[in-house]
């Protein structure tokens, strides 16, 4: 069965300062990754996927995510945090090619940004 | 494309009572599902569906009933609501394209059951 963890439940930065939340997933085969976003009282917006090819992609608001193989890690990266990036983070599996779309999400990583 | 809606927003319901949470897209996508969401609990998924007429249920099915019977509504009903299904409730879609699999989420339904 696929599994998520996501270590952080609450992490606080300043703003302009950089930015990780880890990701580690478990699965047989090589998954596909999500990152999506969610703002207070709102939906969930998706960051970035990974699927296959470059390891490092490159989602919206200037996020970007590495998949590790060896690690079992898709971390979440910014360079430069802004105050409206404060909201909760969640990590997503789910199984590769067709016939499933099922997602296993993690619990999530409150990110709070100090002005 | 209005996307995914779902009504209500809000909703408060008594031990006991039953209700029905709508979800509609507009985007033809075949895939439809329902997550709840509790705190420090992520999204756990509920049922889904892979077009009209197919459903099948997830991690936390209990006390939830689906149904599909055209591709753009995915109605959830709480039979009998009880404090446990205090939670918010997310609809969410995809397009059964492997190369896409990316979800669409609807904003939420809040339900308070007291």
Not at chain 1, 8 to 27: K, P
Not at chain 2, 89 to 107: K, N, R, V
């Amino acid at each position: 069965a696929q599994s998520v963890t996501q270590p952080d439940i609450h992490i606080t930065v300043s703003e302009g300062a950089s930015l990780e939340l880890r990701c580690n997933y478990s699965y047989g085969a090589t998954p596909y990754l999500f990152w999506y976003v969610q703002s207070p009282g709102q939906g969930l917006q998706l960051l970035l996927k990974y699927f296959s090819g470059d390891t490092l992609v490159q989602g919206i608001k200037g996020f970007e995510a590495e998949f590790k193989r060896s690690q079992s890690s898709f971390n979440l990266r910014k360079p430069s945090v802004h105050w409206s990036d404060a909201a909760e983070y969640f990590c997503a599996v789910g199984p590769s090619g067709a016939g499933s779309y099922q997602l296993t999400f993690g619990k999530g990583t409150k990110l709070s940004v100090i002005p | 494309n209005a996307g995914v809606t779902q009504t209500p927003k809000f909703q408060v319901l008594k031990t006991g009572q039953s209700m029905t949470l709508q979800c509609a897209q507009d985007m033809n996508h075949e895939y439809m599902s329902w997550y709840r969401q509790d705190p420090g609990m992520g999204l756990r998924l509920i049922h889904y569906s892979v077009g009209a007429g197919i459903t099948d249920q997830g991690e936390v099915p209990n006390g939830y009933n689906v149904s599909r019977s055209t591709t753009e509504d995915f109605p959830l009903r709480l039979l009998s609501a009880a404090p446990s299904q205090t939670s918010v409730y997310f609809c969410a879609s995809t397009p059964l394209d492997p190369g896409i699999h990316e979800q669409y989420f609807g904003p939420g339904t809040r339900l308070t059951v007291t």
